[in-house]
């Protein structure tokens, strides 16, 4: 397609579990970032990827979130032993260039955990 | 880091009404976004303005950069326009967290038949 897509659109876990979400962003785009929207707020940072490179992770919330992206194309964000403040809405955008470039978002992941 | 605050915080109008929606923020930019948020939560992009003045259809934007804020424009509102809108701001800065977009807390837009 021609957007920015992510899988599973809606994710519930029982806390303690690991889970992995999935991004593919806009073919050809080489800036990938992951945000966190919990809800009512706007969405806040937490990682970047020029290419296959993690240039800014300082935004993840803990060690418990680890990201990859390891042939500069699809992303994946995992989060392992989940606790019920991780959930919230995970989402992905693609950027053409650099972080100035204009950003454009994927449908988002719903992460309930219970 | 930089910071961006919105104004209002919810707006509800009348269908046919004009709007106007701010954003403030703290710092220079080299990436200032606009996004309305349906109610399935997708984010769209409205417009990429980090200067200047862009139109596209009822919706228009203003930023003036070296005054540090952003307004959006919305002209003869229909109830689909109803959702919350974002600006989201990115500094010149990069690395220890300034590489993303920093969002506001939006408006929250209710557009009544």
């Known amino acids: 397609g021609a957007g920015v897509s992510q899988s599973p659109r809606y994710k519930v876990a029982k806390r303690g579990q690991d889970v992995a979400l999935r991004c593919d962003p806009i073919s050809g785009h080489v800036s990938l970032f992951w945000y966190q929207q919990a809800l009512g707020q706007g969405p806040e940072f937490l990682t970047y990827f020029q290419n296959e490179a993690q240039l800014d992770k300082s935004g993840l919330p803990s060690d418990r979130f680890f990201a990859e992206r390891p042939e500069g194309s699809v992303s994946t964000l995992k989060i392992q032993r989940t606790q019920q403040e991780d959930s919230a809405v995970y989402l992905c955008?693609?950027?053409?260039?650099?972080?100035?470039?204009?950003?454009?978002f994927g449908p988002g992941t719903r992460l309930t955990v219970t | 880091g930089i910071q961006v605050e919105q104004s209002p915080p919810d707006l509800i109008l009348q269908e046919g009404a004009n709007s106007t929606l701010r954003c403030n923020f703290s710092?220079?930019?080299?990436?200032l976004q606009w996004f309305h948020q349906n109610p399935w939560g997708q984010l769209i992009n409205l417009f990429y303005?980090?200067?200047g003045t862009k139109q596209n259809g009822r919706l228009s934007a203003t930023t003036v950069a070296t005054e540090r804020y952003s307004l959006l424009y919305i002209s003869s509102s229909q109830t689909t326009d109803s959702g919350v809108y974002f600006c989201a701001v990115k500094g010149w800065d990069s690395g220890g967290g300034a590489d993303g977009l920093t969002f506001g807390k939006g408006t929250h837009l209710i557009i009544q038949p």
């Open positions: 710092d220079s930019v080299n990436n």
């Open positions: 303005i980090p200067s």
């Open positions: 955008a693609s950027s053409s260039g650099g972080q100035g470039n204009e950003q454009y």
